[in-house]
Structures are given as C-alpha cells and as structure tokens.
C-alpha cells in the first residue's frame, strides 16, 4: 500500500543512492589471507606432482633449507654480512644526501652548480660502477658499501631539496617577520616541513639499497645473502634460491614497517 | 611609537602596483586599508613592514617601541602560518626561543598571552585539531608575545566564516580596549574597516593611489554591528569603491 505524500501524491519512492563505491575499505585480515593461501596451494601444487620441484620447489623445502640455514650457523654469518653493508651504506648514503640536499635548495651557487650533476648521475646504475670502486675502495667491504651509499645518496638528494622546495613560503616569510635568524628558520621551519618528503624518499633508497646488495654480493662476496643466492643458483639449489629470496622479502617488509614507525613518529602533526 | 609610510611607489617588473602612498599610524591607533582585490594592499603590507624593499620613497619608524619589545613590526597572516608540527603552546614559544629569555619567563609570556587571548586550555593542542578562528587566535596570542609596537595584519579574518568573524572581530576591539596597540589592518571587508579604523585609507585600483583618507571619529568602544552612523559610512565607502572595483574586475578578467 503506497503511503500519501504532503501533495496527496501516491507516487513515492526514495531518491536512489548514488554515492556508493571508490572508497577505501580497510580489510587487514585479508593481506594475511592471500598469503597463507598463495603458499597453501603452491605447496599442495608440489605435493601433487603439478607443480615440478626442479622448476620450483614446495615451500616446505624451501623452509627446510632455512631451517638447514639456523643448523649450520651460517644464516648468522649471511645476514650479519648482509645488514651490516645496508645499514652502513644506506646511512651513510642517506646522512650525506640530506645535507647536501639541504645544502642544494638552501644557496642559489650550490644549486645552480650541483643539481645537474646529480640529475646526471642519478640515472646510472650503481652496479655498473662497482668495477670503479673495487679500484677505489678494494674488493672487501669498501666497495660494496660505496656502492650502496651512492645508490642511497642521488635519490636522498633529490627527495630533499624538492621537499625543501615545496615547504611553504608563507611560514618561512613568517619566521624572518617574527626575526628568527637563519638557522631558525632552517632547523624549525624548512627541515620539519621536508621531512614528510624526506621519509618519502627513504622507501625509494632502501629499496634502491636492498638491490644494489643483492648484486654487490653477488659480483664479488663471501658471504651475504647475495652470495648465498649466486652459490645456490649455481649449484641448482632452487629450495636454498628460495630460502634466499625471501629473507630479502622479509628484510624489506621489515624495513618498511621501521620507516611506517618513523612516519607516525614524526608526522603524526599530519593527523 | 609612530610608523610613517613616505611617498611608497613600487612595481613588479612592468606593472605598477603601488603609487606614491603616504600615510601614518600613530600610537595606538588603527589604520584600516581597504581597495578592490589587486590593487596592492598586501604588498604595502609587506612594505611597510620590511619583508619588501620598496621601489621609491621609504618606512620610518619614530620614537622608541614600547619597553622591552622584542619585535617591533609583528604581523598577523590571513592563513595564520601556524607551524603544523608544533603545538598551541610550541607555535608561541616558536617566536620567543630567538631572544635571550630565562626559561621561566618565556612560559610565563606564553602563559600569558594564551590567558588573554582565552585560549589556556588548547596549551597542548595542534593546529590542525582547532577551528579556523582558534587558529587566527593562535596567530594573535604570538603576535602580542613579542609585544609589538605596531601589529600587521593582512585581512586577518578573511579566511573565516561569517560568525566565526563576527566574534574574532569583537575579541579584537576588546583587545584593543585592553591593550590599545596600533595596527595597520589591511582587509577587502567594509564592515571590518568601519568597526575597527580610527583612520581608513581608500586604495584605487592598480596602480594603488589613496582616494581618500577617512577618519571615523566614534571611539570603538561604542562602535557596534548596528551603529547608524557607521553603516552611513560604509554605503559611502562601497559607492567609492564600487567603480574601483568593477573596473579592477573587468581587468582581470582582461588579463586572462
């Protein structure tokens, strides 16, 4: 029975809803999921024989070569080797970028001379320079962290000075109104309001960072979890190839949950 | 302490803005600058307090700021350029840290200007969680931490709705009946010039010349949002500026 409206009109119906859908929901249970279930088949795959073990092994086995890993005491030794490179190139790298990023936006004669060179050796890629720095730097750490700082080092540079560039001019005109001095400005001002592209650019170089490790070891290293990929890949040890790849799966996502802590650390002001 | 703005000319590359502008804000006195947009009112703001050299004629200050000034030309945004990452408290002491003050007393100013300007109880709160009329407080309460000799202020209500206004604006006149600071208000609003102008500078359109300088003899304490002679006033000054403005519309639409 259709109700009466004001007008006495027996024609009603709600106005449709139009404004549904192209907004995020989030569903944390469901990343899990697809993992969980990605390895699920993949293993009963393997078990079954449709998936053949030379072309890739079950998880299981994958798993056993960690585990083989933890045994022999050599999984402490590969990725000692490995995080110690990281963590000094990558800091290295990124500290040297800051500055001279800073240093870039903050005086015209810097920019001016400096930006093209950094727009220019920014897109060569690291690794092909790891010859030059086995000259430099020898063939032990020295090179392999050299060249993970540079890989660090253009894109740090970069994500700077543009952050610095796109701080607001309205709140640095403030700071001089109110004679705060320059390293005022600088240091309250221009650095708080480029962090938010300054961690931006840090997913970028410790992605830039895991790579040029992985192929540092693998030109020229002992150990390493480059090293441990190369030698299982050269013995056709696909399970240990595995095992391998996904430690530097692991030490990403770690890293990226470090920098997401970061980010709410220091940009929680952006709500 | 008095500033005087002497024979201003200024001009961005080809364009004119500004022409020969001369006027005076005396001791606690207000000085409202009114024109069509683009006529140049915000760069004499920043002329007239040293963020901009001017092209011709010269800023004086005469007479010595009031005691123990630490900046005596403060201005007060229109996007109040609050830092974002700092707190209420942060944000005020921002402007303090520069000067060589024992730690106490700095937290007593900041104290003290949050008191006055009744904003005690956002001490800890950042910007973002606060109304656009909080935050042009917050913009006020570190202006008077540096006790200014005369306040800047570049269409300082301009951002903010109607009520939100309404109210910012009687905090103000309350204020200055507190305090009676100078100020060179800068504002498009007709209304806001007439309740809080003791004098009223006209601008025309670009280039900005003075058509005229309007003194409004009302003391603010009596000057309300229905008084008939103020309202008089304001038809008078919209019939000034509505040529000004039409015309000033029409070029920009030009040089589009």
């Not at chain 1, 996904?246 to 709410?264: C, D, N, P, T």
């Not at chain 2, 937290?107 to 009329?133: C, H, M, N």
């Not at chain 2, 009520?163 to 806001?192: G, I, K, M, P």
């Amino acid at each position: 029975m259709p109700s009466k409206g004001p007008l006495g009109d027996d024609d009603l119906r709600p106005v449709p809803f139009r404004g549904g859908g192209f907004h995020h929901v989030p569903l944390a249970y469901l990343s899990p999921l697809v993992f969980v279930g990605l390895i699920a088949i993949w293993e009963l795959g393997s078990r079954t024989g449709w998936i053949s073990s030379i072309a890739l092994p079950a998880p299981s086995a994958a798993f056993a070569a960690f585990l083989d890993l933890i045994e022999t005491g050599m999984l402490w030794q590969h990725l000692r080797a490995s995080l110690l490179r990281l963590v000094v190139g990558w800091t290295l790298g990124t500290a040297l970028g800051i500055g001279v990023g800073l240093a870039i936006a903050l005086f015209s004669v810097l920019r001016a001379g400096l930006a093209p060179v950094v727009a220019a050796l920014f897109p060569v890629p690291k690794i092909a320079l790891l010859p030059l720095f086995i000259v430099w730097f020898g063939i032990g750490e020295g090179s392999k962290v050299a060249t993970i700082l540079f890989g660090a080092f253009f894109p740090t540079v970069i994500a700077t000075y543009s952050g610095v560039d796109n701080v607001d001019r309205g709140l640095i005109r403030m700071g001089q109104s109110f004679g705060l001095s320059w390293a005022s400005i600088v240091r309250k001002i221009i650095v708080p309001g480029a962090m938010p592209a300054i961690l931006a650019g840090f997913r970028i170089s410790v992605s830039i960072s895991i790579v040029l490790l992985v192929a540092a070891e693998m030109i020229g290293a002992r150990f390493g979890i480059g090293a441990y990929i190369l030698t299982a890949g050269a013995l056709f040890a696909v399970e240990q190839l595995i095992a391998g790849v996904a430690m530097l799966s692991v030490i990403g996502l770690a890293i990226s949950w470090l920098i997401g802590r970061a980010e709410k650390r220091f940009l929680d002001w952006r709500g | 302490m008095e500033l005087i703005v002497q024979g201003v000319s200024h001009r961005y590359g080809p364009t004119e803005v500004l022409d020969d502008i001369s006027f005076t804000v005396g001791d606690g006195e207000i000085v409202a600058i009114i024109g069509p947009s683009g006529c140049g009112k915000s760069t004499l703001l920043r002329l007239v307090g040293g963020l901009e050299r001017p092209g011709e004629g010269a800023v004086l200050m005469r007479g010595a700021p009031p005691d123990r000034s630490l900046n005596p030309l403060t201005y007060v945004f229109q996007d109040f350029a609050l830092l974002p990452w700092r707190t209420v408290e942060g944000n005020v002491s921002l402007v303090l840290e520069d000067h060589a003050l024992p730690a106490a007393e700095r937290r007593a100013v900041i104290d003290d200007v949050l008191e006055r300007t009744r904003l005690a109880e956002f001490k800890k709160a950042l910007p973002r969680q606060l109304s656009g009329g909080m935050k042009q407080r917050v913009a006020i309460a570190r202006a008077l931490a540096v006790r200014p000799a005369v306040m800047l202020m570049d269409e300082p209500l301009s951002a903010l709705d109607s009520q939100t206004r309404e109210l910012l604006l009687d905090d103000l006149l309350e204020l200055w009946l507190r305090e009676r600071f100078s100020a060179c208000y800068v504002t498009h609003n007709l209304a806001e010039a007439v309740r809080l102008g003791h004098r009223i500078v006209v601008l025309s359109r670009r280039p900005g010349r003075i058509r005229e300088l309007v003194r409004i003899d009302i003391p603010l304490g009596e000057r309300g949002p229905t008084t008939p002679e103020l309202a008089q006033l304001q038809q008078e000054l919209w019939q000034l500026l509505r040529d000004e403005a039409l015309a000033a519309d029409r070029e920009l639409a030009d040089a589009v």
